[in-house]
């Protein structure tokens, strides 16, 4: 069996890292166990507690734990569920976050499921704090707080014929911020510009609130929460990608 490289660099993945960092179990009221679905697998739980062997220490030890340090005195706040004003530096530290930990994410996934994220994702984000190739991350209030991670893979017919695009959507929940990251792969001759994949029709903007690529200054939460009391609920956020033929479609690009 040949050995795990590291998420985000060449070396050998030598290091445990939280799934789920301390700092931010230690802020949430109770510790339920998460709950996670990705790609084909079963719905699993699990202890907040979890540690995966998928980065190596240079990684763990050094930006990523930086990371960690720069985003939680803006995601501490909110997951807390305090209302503040998030700037389009917030906003790209959240992003990159939440692009981190859904790459982890999949690295969890078993060895013989399909990984979306390209290989030089991880190493862009390292080495430059890039968030590279076609994705968008939104942020929303779940009006429930605990630990959630789902991965759904996609796949879009584009004109009919042998051309597909395919696209990873993980909506995780972490106290009260539920973040979605969508990341897609278009087959070279197409201009991932001109694509439209299809979207459910709905007031997203009541509920979501884009942080990737960041584009305006807002005040937190968005004027909607998600839960099972409120208009929208945590499945249909999720599922917001998986569109039925007959679902009305918008351009991805807003
Ligand atoms: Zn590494």
Not at 106 to 120: L, V
Not at 162 to 191: C, I, L, R, W, Y
Not at 218 to 226: E, G, L, V
Request: proline share 6%; charged share 25%.
């Amino acid at each position: 069996m040949t050995k795990r490289k590291c998420l985000f660099c060449n070396e050998d993945a030598n290091s445990k890292e939280h799934v789920w960092p301390q700092w931010i179990l230690k802020l949430l009221p109770s510790r339920r166990p998460v709950r996670q679905r990705l790609g084909t697998g079963k719905d699993v739980t699990y202890s907040g507690d979890f540690k995966l062997k998928g980065v190596c220490s240079t990684c763990n030890n050094g930006w990523m734990s930086e990371l960690e340090a720069e985003v939680k005195s803006i995601l501490g706040p909110i997951l807390q569920d305090l209302s503040i004003q998030l700037d389009l530096e917030d906003q790209k530290k959240l992003a990159r976050w939440a692009f981190k930990t859904a790459i982890v994410l999949e690295g969890t996934k078993e060895r013989s499921m399909k990984r979306y994220f390209a290989s030089g994702l991880g190493p862009a984000l390292k080495t430059s704090g890039d968030i590279q190739g076609w994705t968008m991350i939104w942020i929303g209030r779940s009006s429930e707080s605990g630990l959630y991670a789902r991965a759904a893979d996609l796949r879009y017919d584009l004109d009919g014929q042998n051309s597909s695009a395919e696209a990873t959507v993980t909506t995780m929940v972490v106290g009260h911020v539920v973040f979605q990251v969508v990341s897609a792969v278009f087959p070279p001759e197409k201009d991932a510009e001109l694509v439209r994949i299809p979207l459910y029709a709905e007031d997203w903007e009541q509920v979501l609130a884009k942080i990737w690529p960041p584009s305006r200054v807002f005040t937190w939460p968005p004027p909607q929460s998600i839960g099972p009391g409120d208009r929208l609920s945590l499945e249909r956020v999720a599922d917001r990608w998986k569109v039925l033929p007959e679902a009305q479609t918008s351009p991805l690009a807003d």
